[in-house]
């Protein structure tokens, strides 16, 4: 006879081939000692394969035990910590960003200047409505005129890596 552990864990293991989640493995444990470990083909204990996001759910995990001890909060402002790792001159944008900001992986802002000019800009070189050889420079131009310097050096690394590849 299972107990209730076994019987979740059933549960959990055939509701995630049901639904055909392609995970990798997983262990379960209670209390510091582990009570469940499987890993699904082509993946096996001990060997390297791609994690993609994980981080982003360790660092929440991470902020979150922080939370309980006090030692920080949701509305802390980024810049409150590592200051180490920020330039003599912060931003402003990134003066007003939360905690919350970062890990929800969004601004405190509704909309910034430049969004709607780049997001349309995307969109249509994307599509083909702009040429992204023909119009690049007058769109860094136009992103230069909204004072984004560090937008500009992303955006210049995205096309050069397109230019490359061709």
């Avoid at 349309?120 to 860094?140: H, L, P, Q």
Wanted: aromatic residues 12%.
């Amino acid at each position: 006879m299972k107990n209730g552990l076994e019987k979740r864990t059933d549960h959990f293991v055939e509701r995630i081939r049901r639904e055909d989640v392609n995970l990798h493995g997983f262990i379960l444990s209670v209390n510091g000692r582990e009570k469940v470990k499987a890993y699904y083909e082509p993946f096996r204990e001990g060997e390297p394969h791609r994690m993609y996001s994980v981080s982003k759910t360790m660092t929440a995990c991470a902020v979150g035990m922080l939370m309980d001890e006090g030692k920080v909060g949701l509305d802390d402002h980024i810049t409150d910590y590592f200051q180490d790792l920020f330039p003599d001159q912060v931003s402003p944008y990134l003066q007003h960003q939360t905690l919350r900001d970062m890990l929800r992986m969004a601004t405190c802002y509704r909309q910034t200047a430049y969004r709607g000019y780049v997001d349309e800009r995307a969109v249509g070189f994307i599509s083909g409505t702009y040429s992204i050889e023909d119009e690049f420079d007058s769109y860094i131009a136009a992103l230069q005129g909204l004072q984004v310097e560090e937008l500009l050096k992303v955006k210049q690394a995205q096309y050069d890596r397109f230019a490359a590849a061709k």
